[in-house]
Every structure is written in C-alpha cells, then in structure tokens.
C-alpha cells in the first residue's frame, strides 16, 4: 500500500504532458531514425521526473489546502498516508535517477531542464497567487518542453510551433483556472486557491476565446507556412487542421456543459473522443510528413 502512495505522488497521469517533447522530433521529420527517437525518448523520462519531483514539492507545500479541497484530500501527503519526511527521501531518489538520465543528454538541455524545475518551483512559492502571471507560468512549462524537445536532438524551432505551443499551453491553463473557479469551495477558496479572487467566468471565457483562436490560427497558418512546404514537400499538412479545431471545440464543451477541466491529464486520457481525435491527428500527420520520397530512410 505504501508504495503505491508513494507512486500516487509522482502523478503518473500528468506525464501525458511531457509528450509535448516529441512535437520536434515530430515535425522535423527524424521520427524515423532510432537513434535521435532514443534521445526523445531519454528527454521525456527526465522531465517526468523533473515534473514528479515539483508535484512533490507542491503537494509539501499545499498540504493544508488539499486537505479542504474536495478531491486533493484524498493526496497521499495532505491525507497523511505519506509523511513529510518520507516524500523528501523519496523526491531524493527521483533526483538521481533524473540526474543520471540527464547526463546522456548535451548541455543545453541540461539549462532547459534545471529553467523548467526553477519556474515551476517559483510559480509553487509565489506566482501562482498572482492573476494573469500565474496562467502564463503554466504555459511556459509547456515551453520550455517544446525547447528541450528540440535541443535533445538538435533540431531548429518554427516560429509557428513555438506560437502555436505559446497558445495552447495558455489555453489549457485558463481552462484549468475556470474549472477551479467554478467548483471551488467559497468558503475555502482564500485556502485552496487565493488567485481566484481575481478572476470570474466572464474574464476567463474571454482570455479561453483568444487562445483558443491563436491556436487555430498559428496551427493553421504553420501547415502552409513557406518553411512547412520546404520541409516536408507537400501542401498537404493544412489537412491536419480540422483534427485540431475538433480538439479546442471538444475541449470547450467539456469544461463548459460537462463541468470538466480541474485536471486537463484526466480529460485527455479519459474522453474518448479526444483520444481517438488525437490519434487520428498523428496517424494522418506521419503519412503526411513521412511520405515525402526525401523523408524515407
């Protein structure tokens, strides 16, 4: 029982977020060589666990919140089925083994690993008290993915990858914050979650439409960007597209008719719909990208 409390900390689930790594190896077309795949592969495993070691620490740190919090109650650490004392042994022992899944990785991913720990530990202290900063921290983290993606295997940004990412990122985290507002406790919001004081619905709704359509639009406008044609040889990508609309529309009804989006891990791993959305996406984007006769190992 008590190692699966101790696995229950490293939040397995949220992982899902790390797969945002593989979009370079992706769209750079290297999907098919194992050796730059094995590098991603490494690049992943050291952000779960740099992520795992963050939710650690929150989990410390929110300990008296997550006790009034309907759901967050039931967390090892804030329901005392895990001390303390026994979650830092543990954090230590994912350290090392991150640190030595690092260390087959260049130095710059090393600076993208340790800026990530750095913003994510900073927004747990302090920023995510403040409004607006604290969604855009939580974008960052979806960043600075993105670039350790990319430095692990040496391979260029898009301009319109990066906006793109910039955009959904920004997305799921307002859509976090609007499901947090509208299940919260009032009588405990100032314990569970002090920033939504300054936020309501409307608000939120409004920054959701402008990244939601920033999504669309940059996706939309890399798949027949002039360096997208150049890469991959085809105008084809554009068909991608409505995959991605399908993705942001499904989201919304979920966090606003089904009341969802609290835990963005836990609608992307369970909605069907998202999931075979999401797959669909890939699948078609591989025979896109990889058709081309240039791309065929």
Known sequence: MKVIKLLELLRPKQWIKNLFIFAPLLFAGELLH?????????????????????YIINDILDKEADKVH?????????????SISEALIFAIGILVITI?????????????LVIYFVLNILYSLWVKHIVILDVFF???GFMLRVIGGA?????????????????????????????????VDEENIEIQRKVL??????FLDQMNTIAATGTIICYALY?????????????????????????????????????????????????????????LWFIISVLIIYNSKSLIW
Request: with cysteine; aromatic share 16%; glycine share 2%.
């Open 100 to 112: 030595l899944l690092s260390s087959t990785q260049n130095f710059y991913f090393w600076i993208v």
């Open 138 to 140: 939580i974008s960052a």
């Open 34 to 54: 194992f050796e730059i795949l094995f590098k991603s592969i490494i690049a992943f495993f050291a952000f779960c666990g740099t992520s795992s070691i963050v």
């Open 223 to 279: 798949t027949v960007s002039e360096k997208a044609i150049k890469t991959f040889h085809t105008e084809n990508l554009i068909y991608t597209t409505p995959f991605v609309i399908y993705g942001i529309f499904r989201y919304l009804y979920l966090i606003h008719i089904k009341k969802l989006g609290e835990n963005p891990a836990n609608i992307l791993t369970r909605d069907i719909p998202l999931i075979i959305n999401a797959i």
């Open 197 to 202: 004081f300054h936020y309501d619905t409307i």
């Open 70 to 82: 309907k759901e967050k109650k039931y967390r090892p650490i804030a329901s005392g089925e895990i």
């Open 151 to 183: 430095v692990a295997i040496w391979v260029p940004l898009s301009s319109w990858m990066i906006l793109t990412t910039i955009f959904i990122s920004l997305f799921l985290a307002i859509s976090k914050r609007r499901a947090e507002l509208v299940q």
